[in-house]
């Protein structure tokens, strides 16, 4: 007698844990803020992203934060790939903030690239 074995109609889903089943019936009881929303994400335009950083240098330490369309997300890393393919030019991805009128502006977020130099390794054979 002949036997098949094989590993591709196994994923089937494991049974819920009991910290699980708990936490389901308890939300059960929670209202949804938006109720049906699932089925118009097709509607939506613009993803965005939040981006947030911490940085400590010697005395200095910083931290920010700041909310970016997808689009502009994918611009900086197509144009970091190109400078790091060139080693040319330089990319930003700023974050900032402004009151409605305009007078005052706060970088919440920036992430500069710039190439600082260029090592090229001639041979003359």
Not at 79 to 91: A, N, V
Request: proline content about 2%.
């Amino acid at each position: 007698m002949k036997y098949l074995k094989t590993t591709l109609a196994t994923d089937w889903e494991e049974g819920k844990s009991l910290s699980q089943r708990v936490l389901e019936t308890v939300l059960f009881f929670v209202p949804k803020s938006n109720p049906g929303y699932e089925s118009k994400l097709h509607l939506v335009k613009e993803w965005i992203t939040g981006l947030s950083g911490k940085l400590k240098l010697g005395d200095f330490s910083g931290r920010g934060e700041g909310w970016f369309n997808n689009s502009e997300i994918e611009k900086f890393c197509v144009s970091l790939i190109q400078m790091f393919t060139t080693m040319e030019g330089k990319t930003e991805l700023i974050g900032s903030e402004q009151n409605s009128d305009g007078s005052e502006y706060l970088e919440t977020f920036a992430l500069r690239v710039y190439v600082l130099s260029l090592i090229i390794d001639l041979q003359i054979l």
